[in-house]
């Protein structure tokens, strides 16, 4: 273990002149120098893939313990070589004799004139010589371990294996497309209902809202009929209020001329509660909104503010307390009524179980029941009937009924007015309210123009005729829309069911394509496999000949390699030349293709389906896209079926062609078009970074180009969190991370499209 963290990873030996990068990894400083010399752009840590500067730090500690590492091995090896006649350590070595001598020796006559050199670089030398044989060796051994090892996988039994499994994978991709289809169909009659049952419920509702607006227009109609019956002052007073009742037509929703204008009134209206309503402050809403375009409208007003003169009566100064008095003062009404009765309470009395009744009502009850005494109520039986009167709710309820009395005498004089106490016979136009004669001489009247009721109750009668006209109209539109939407449901319910068995029909012409296409294929496929087999058996006899003499020749080198002396390393070497083995070349075979998967079978049949079932149902075809390996950076890998690429750690041994991106880390499908419309789609998963889209087949390859329309790329981006569109450079906020994106090539049009392949959600046009 200590010895693999002393070792550079890119020579694969220890440390030599260490030096340590800005991101803590360390490397040879001869290792990390030569790398940024043959690097392109900017340079980045060959282990963790982090850029770094040429700030190059030496790393004094490593370089330590890897130089005391190599002086023990180097002790340790020293030990075995001594000289057997002057006990010296082994230190030379003579190229003449072939073998190693000391120091002693060395200077002896026997050697004086010989060539001599140091024993370790002598001993480096010749080991180097005999691995370069051995690595040669090993590695045509491999090669044809290799290749044995593909023919095993390719003989009778494992290619009927992976007959098998192809055509059961066949068969489950035809499973799915099946399943497919019905889920689709499912799903569209799901969706043919969803949409039928949202309409009707549409439908449905505003049949509910127009029957409330007919009732509400009804009513309004019975009252303004009856007030045109009744005494000049009322009728002038009722034609003050508004009438602001419209109706929402289902379709084109028309607001009636009621709807279109709006005024602050004198008094507080009779209105129902609603979330909707506005109850702190004078303001409302159009019946119509907008969410997208532009919009214009106008408004006609009279002034911009209005000078208040004294009102003649109290005005609420706040609304909605008023409007929780009155809630309060409805349920306190409940409260206070018998609920045998269902009148005000007289002479309440409460039982034990400490409910209230009318002392004659909770009397007749217990009258008819004979013997037993229970509550009406609770249902408790009770132990006796005593009956204790209730003052505080006699005094409340008798409150109550003063109360009633009081407002019964106030709307008798309800046409005097209440500051003079004169009978109203006059009426203000400017001020639009009924007056006396004595506030005719005030400051307030002085100045406006006065006339009689009884001269104003023709106007206004007109007026209120007018209403009661527009309001029969308003009913008779009504009326028609309340027919129009049963219409509409009749039409809506026919339509659902024609789309039902036609979403059938489509579907059954889709599944018998899909049985076609499956028979079809299984017959290709056991033709090739009859053809390849034939010629799988008689390439395995030549591979295991050869590899036979290549492990007798590696097994005599390794034998005499593990010896630390110099004259073993000759002996090995002599005989790696008297037999030539060095020279042995392992010979590959030309072997037939068996790739029976993907490639020939899948991805064509996909393709080949879909086409079909677009000449059924007119849908978009995925076109089958594969990625030419000839235009793939030096550094991204490209899959062995087209299908996939990814950044490498390092640059691949590939040859240069002209297509090939030199500096942008790119790559190009085989697929090129030149008109029509186009679909295909990406998996990018979890990936953190990536770029894919539509490049013009002009790109410029030899240099670093910004991914911009510009330069002839129409891409989508994806920088960790980020996505960027090069249009200007966007960033776009994604709602939901995509994993599998459609891309959509109009050429005709000049667009270039990206979607979510789940959902054909849309995320950018180019």
Not at 192 to 202: A, D, F, P, S, Y
Not at 393 to 408: P, T
Not at 725 to 743: E, F, H, M, S
Request: charged share 30%; glycine share 4%; aromatic share 8%.
């Amino acid at each position: 273990k200590v010895g693999s963290d002393l070792c550079c990873s890119i020579c694969q030996d220890l440390f030599n002149d260490p030096v340590i990068l800005e991101c803590s990894h360390s490397f040879c400083k001869d290792c990390i120098s030569q790398m940024c010399r043959k690097g392109q752009g900017d340079l980045s840590c060959p282990q963790c893939r982090k850029c770094f500067s040429l700030n190059l730090k030496p790393n004094l500690i490593l370089a330590n313990i890897v130089e005391r590492l190599k002086r023990q091995e180097t002790s340790e090896e020293n030990k075995k070589f001594y000289c057997e006649e002057h006990e010296e350590k082994l230190k030379l070595f003579c190229e003449e004799d072939q073998k190693a001598i000391c120091m002693v020796c060395g200077a002896s006559r026997s050697h004086k004139s010989h060539n001599l050199m140091p024993i370790k670089e002598a001993f480096e030398i010749y080991k180097r010589k005999v691995q370069g044989s051995l690595r040669g060796l090993q590695s045509e051994l491999k090669e044809a371990y290799r290749c044995q090892e593909d023919g095993r996988n390719k003989n009778k039994k494992l290619q009927q294996d992976k007959v098998d499994c192809l055509k059961r994978q066949i068969r489950e991709e035809f499973s799915e497309l099946h399943e497919f289809l019905n889920e689709e169909e499912r799903n569209l009659r799901t969706k043919v209902e969803q949409e039928e049952t949202e309409i009707l419920q549409r439908l449905e509702d505003y049949e509910s809202k127009t029957a409330q607006e007919i009732t509400k227009l009804e009513l309004l109609r019975t009252k303004l009929q009856k007030k045109l019956s009744s005494r000049e002052e009322e009728l002038v007073k009722v034609t003050e209020m508004q009438v602001s009742v419209a109706v929402n037509k289902l379709i084109l929703k028309i607001l009636f001329y009621n709807g279109t204008s709006l005024r602050c009134g004198s008094e507080q209206r009779d209105v129902p509660d609603s979330l909707q309503r506005f109850t702190n402050y004078y303001a409302a809403l159009g019946s119509k909104g907008f969410t997208s375009g532009k919009h214009y409208w106008e408004v006609e007003y009279i002034h911009l503010v209005t000078l208040c003169c004294k009102a003649t009566s109290p005005n609420p100064i706040s609304p909605p307390i008023i409007s929780q008095t009155k809630t309060s003062l409805k349920r306190a009404r409940s409260d206070l009524c018998c609920s045998i009765c269902q009148d005000l309470y007289k002479d309440p009395v409460i039982l034990f179980c400490c409910h209230s009744f009318c002392r004659e009502c909770i009397s007749q009850v217990w009258e008819r029941k004979g013997r037993h005494s229970f509550c009406p109520q609770c249902r408790k039986v009770l132990s006796h009937r005593g009956l204790t009167p209730n003052h505080a709710l006699a005094n409340i309820v008798e409150g109550i009924k003063e109360r009633r009395k009081r407002q019964k005498l106030e709307e008798k004089e309800e046409f005097y007015c209440e500051k003079h106490k004169e009978k109203l016979k006059l009426f203000c136009e400017e001020d639009q309210e009924m007056v006396c004669l004595i506030c005719r001489m005030s400051k307030s009247h002085k100045s406006h123009e006065l006339k009689p009721i009884k001269e104003a109750f023709p106007t206004y009668k007109e007026k209120l005729e007018e209403l009661v006209r527009g309001l029969q109209s308003q009913l008779k539109e009504a009326y028609e829309c309340g027919e129009e939407g049963n219409n509409k449901i009749k039409v809506l319910q026919e339509k659902a069911s024609y789309l039902k068995k036609q979403i059938g029909k489509d579907f059954s012409k889709l599944h018998e394509v899909l049985y076609k296409e499956e028979e079809d294929l299984k017959l290709k496929l056991e033709k090739q496999e009859m053809e390849i087999l034939q010629q799988l058996e008689e390439n395995g006899v030549k591979t295991a000949q050869q590899i036979s003499r290549l492990e007798h020749s590696i097994f005599e080198i390794q034998k005499r390699l593990n010896f630390q002396r110099v004259e073993e390393l000759l002996k090995v070497k002599k005989s790696l030349q008297k037999q030539q083995v060095a020279e042995v070349k392992f010979e590959k075979p030309e072997w037939i293709s068996a790739d029976l998967c993907e490639r020939d079978f899948i991805s064509p049949f996909k393709y080949r389906v879909r086409k079909s079932l677009r000449g059924i149902m007119d849908l978009p075809v995925l076109d089958s896209i594969t990625i030419n390996p000839k235009t793939a950076h030096q550094f991204l890998i490209v899959s062995e079926d087209g299908t996939s690429v990814r950044w490498g750690h390092k640059r691949q041994d590939i040859p240069k062609t002209p297509e090939q991106f030199i500096w942008a880390p790119a790559a190009l499908g085989w697929e090129g078009f030149t008109s029509g419309r186009h679909y295909w789609e990406v998996e990018v998963g979890d990936k953190t970074g990536w770029k894919l889209g539509v490049a013009r087949e002009s790109v410029d390859r030899n240099f670093i180009l910004r991914t911009s329309t510009e330069n002839g790329f129409y891409v989508l981006y994806k920088d960790e969190e980020n996505y960027i569109v090069y249009n200007p450079c966007t960033a776009l906020p994604l709602p939901v991370k995509p994993r599998k994106i459609r891309v959509y090539l109009d050429y005709e049009g000049g667009q270039v499209t990206f979607y979510y392949a789940e959902n054909m959600s849309h995320i950018y046009t180019y």
